[in-house]
């Protein structure tokens, strides 16, 4: 299935779940997520803050956990068309941005490259790890100048039933995959289930 027909197929799923569900669905996914990855103190996470209104994952219990384990939690923020990392606290105010996303004041990017995990924003994501984004490419840029050892996560309502057809040379697959049922990963060959 091509990436457009994907992308509008994905988005209707994701605008018909009541905001009751995503809450029970992101619960369930920051569940399994926090059984599968171990973070430790100081290691450093970059993390998307979701619209959950939009039917994003939400990610404040994956933030509030961080916080309180003294995780160091960066966030995205698109500043003259690229994607910059800006470090919060959980003292951080957060300002509405004009497309209804919050984030934390000031446009200079940290330089942190060497992230050990990063939660990525999605709207799907295939049985390989192929990502369907917004269509933006924001994330395979920013994945193409960071550590490629950091691990790439994505967060998704939904599973991998169809295969992503048109696959560039600049797409970055991810590590893993976490819904509210399992966690895939993606870095044997093929994919397996880890629950």
Known sequence: MKKSEIRKRYLEKK?????????????????????????????KVHCFLSIPEKGEVDTSSFL???FENEIRVFVPKIVKGKLISLEITKGTPLIESAWGI????????????DFDCIITPLLYADQFGN??????????RFFSEINPGAIKVGVS????NEKVEDISEFDVPLNYLVTPTEVLSFLGAGSKSTK
């Open 102 to 113: 919050k984030e934390p004041e000031g446009n200079e990017d940290c330089g942190v490259k």
């Open 157 to 160: 309502f939904f599973p991998p």
């Open 64 to 66: 509030n956990n961080f």
């Open 131 to 140: 990502r369907v984004g917004y269509g933006k490419g924001f994330y395979d």
């Open 15 to 43: 605008e018909s779940l009541t905001e009751t569900e995503v809450q029970s669905l992101s619960q369930q996914i920051f569940e399994n997520f926090i059984s599968t990855f171990d973070l430790n103190e100081n290691q």
